[in-house]
């Protein structure tokens, strides 16, 4: 169990040299790139902020953005609480790492100890291969130099679809993305840059809103 959270780490920490790379792309300072992955350790919320930050919008429409796509781990928390039973300062902690990998690895053990387990393995194997990713790759675009001189100014839209990719298996997913999609189209005109995702971000959360009461926990 600890090899198979750890492998998982390693296939998705690797994955931080990338954001590395887009975020100083973005203009952000290799510190507040390594700041963001350690603080906020959730890539799909980090790449949504940077990708707002890189269109010229506002870093508040950015964090929000990020706050409305950080929703999911809440539930995700609802779900796993009765079944890893930390208490205090380990509960604290353990919401550090509470994302989709440890939690996918956590949910369908069959008692607390092996949930916890799954769960601690992935989440921390994940939380430092990410860091130091993260690290590599900023450097690395720094070193770059112009990143239009190598058309990375592109990076990040490329980077954040797919990550996003992945989750569109489903027909439910694929109906939100479309509708996020279109209701961000239809803002660029008439909006400054940041509102037509924040806006997008909304059509999500308000998806999951919807149709999480119908399913079990």
């Not at 949504?48 to 950080?70: E, F, K, R």
């Not at 092996?114 to 994940?126: D, I, N, W």
Request: aromatic share 6%; proline share 4%; charged share 10%.
């Amino acid at each position: 169990m600890i090899r198979d959270g750890i492998a998982v780490g390693i296939a998705t920490g690797t994955y931080g040299i990338s954001f590395g790379a887009v975020a100083v792309t973005a203009g952000l300072s290799v510190l507040q790139a390594c700041a963001l992955s350690l603080l906020v350790f959730t890539g799909a919320s980090q790449f949504a902020l940077v990708g707002v930050v890189a269109a010229g919008g506002a870093p508040l429409s950015g964090a929000m953005t990020a706050i409305l796509l950080g929703t999911r781990n809440t539930l995700y928390g609802l779900r796993l609480a009765p079944l890893l039973q930390f208490s205090g300062l380990r509960r604290v902690a353990a919401a550090q790492i509470l994302i989709d990998e440890s939690t996918a690895m956590a949910v369908n053990r069959g008692s607390a100890p092996a949930a916890r387990v799954g769960f601690l393995s992935t989440g921390l194997a994940v939380f430092v291969l990410w860091n130091a990713a993260t690290l590599l790759g900023a450097l690395a675009g720094t070193a770059i130099g112009d990143p239009r001189t190598f058309g990375l100014d592109a990076a990040v839209g490329a980077a954040f679809l797919a990550l996003l990719w992945p989750r569109l298996s489903d027909r439910r997913n694929q109906v939100v993305a479309v509708c996020a999609g279109a209701v961000a189209l239809g803002l660029v005109p008439f909006t400054a840059a940041g509102v037509p995702v924040l806006a997008a971000g909304g059509v999500a959360l308000l998806a999951g809103v919807l149709t999480h009461p119908s399913e079990r926990p």
